[in-house]
Nanobody, 123 residues
């Protein structure tokens, strides 16, 4: 059983920065991803990282602004959010296990989810 706990959400002004953390516990995970869901919208993939190789994937909407990284010693995956925009406002979720490579952004494939952390960006 894998447990995921997100933290780091909050309110920030447009152009600012925020760092989200996803603490993982349980057996080792291969692919960890960040998703987000805004009110009335579908859940969308933001970024993902292979915990073994460190390979990363990003949604076009966040490329150049967000960075996903990991601290293997602490079993934590981070999402550094820079130059945030009001459209980044959403509940952000951490997910693990089930998806591979090009399918990283398909939420239905993931087996484990965290409870989410809210990000609000004001203009």
């Amino acid at each position: 059983q894998v447990q995921l706990v997100e933290s780091g959400g909050g309110s920030v002004q447009a152009g600012g920065s925020l760092r989200l953390s996803c603490a993982t516990s349980g057996y080792s995970t291969n692919l960890v991803a960040w998703f987000r869901q805004a009110p009335g919208k579908e859940r969308e993939g933001v970024a993902a990282i292979y915990t073994g190789s460190g390979s990363t994937y990003y949604a076009d909407s966040v490329k150049g602004r967000f960075t996903i990284s990991q601290d293997n010693a602490k079993n934590v995956v981070y999402l550094q959010m820079n130059n945030v925009k009001p459209e980044d406002t959403a509940m952000y979720y951490c997910a693990a296990e089930g998806a591979y490579g090009g399918q990283w952004s398909v939420p239905e494939l993931y087996k484990y989810w965290g409870q989410g952390t809210r990000v609000t960006v004001s203009s």
